[in-house]
């Protein structure tokens, strides 16, 4: 399908808010789930969720919900995730992406990272504004948000209200006792340059990281550093160690 197409799909209102809530997650989404999210029958989220993946826009898998296995176990349930494709449309047409990486492959080739780096931080400076650093994590994850990182919260409970952006959950220890509580800090599923960092990781990640530095603020309550995990964007955003109050 073309991407014109696949994006067009999503123009119905009840199934673009099932593709919503699947891309948030970050996990696997049964029809159940995704239909109590989207305040609908379970037959309409179905044939919704079955619509976005046949335009390509879901990825679909059959696993047993309960856990249990063999006979007694009940029939596979249908769970959705959002799919790795990239799509886009321009019109007219333009091909920013081929551009990104030529000059990205000149600038590794020369060694024009600090250059790069450098540009990026200012770059984020003047995305800020007169704005002061970003004052707390919740601050930073909706900062985040409006600029496409799709933030999540970890180690921070009782967060709502911040558009675009998922609360973490608390730990807990078996027999219900309290584990020790993660250190806070803001992952993000998303790069925004996901397809040139795939190619050039060493450069375009020092890049963002120094987007971020500048965007989030260098000397606030809250510093970006580099913690790369697999199919996420590579930078973490945590308390600074500076801010002591």
């Known amino acids: 399908m073309e991407d014109i197409d696949a994006i067009a799909v999503l123009q119905e209102p009840v199934r673009r808010r099932l593709y919503e809530y699947v891309a948030a997650q970050g996990r696997e989404v049964s029809r159940n789930e995704a239909a109590e999210a989207a305040g609908v029958a379970r037959t309409l989220a179905a044939h919704h969720l079955d619509r976005l993946t046949e335009a390509g826009l879901l990825e679909c898998a059959s696993r047993r919900l309960t856990g249990r296995t063999g006979p007694g176990a009940g029939r596979p349930a249908k ?3 959002r799919a790795r494709a990239e799509r886009s449309v321009s019109l007219p047409a333009r091909d920013y992406r081929t551009a990104a990486e030529l000059l990205a492959e000149a600038a590794e080739q020369v060694g024009l990272d ?21 004052g707390s994590l919740e601050e930073a994850a909706a900062v985040l948000a409006a600029r496409g990182y799709e933030p999540r919260l970890e180690g921070v409970e009782g967060i709502e209200g911040i558009e675009g952006v998922e609360g973490g959950e608390g730990a807990s220890g078996r027999g219900g006792e309290a584990a020790e509580q993660p250190a806070p800090v803001v992952r993000m599923r998303n790069c925004p340059f996901h397809a040139v960092a795939e190619r050039f990781p060493p450069l375009v990640c020092g890049m963002n990281l120094a987007l971020l530095e500048g965007l989030l603020g260098a000397d606030g309550p809250v510093r970006a550093r580099m913690d790369p995990r697999p199919g996420e964007c590579c930078v973490v955003v945590e308390p600074s160690k500076n801010n002591d109050d």
């Open 79 to 81: 769970v959705y995730t």
């Open 114 to 134: 600090p250059e790069l780096c450098a540009a990026a931080r200012r770059r984020g400076e003047a995305l800020r504004g007169s704005a002061a650093p970003c």
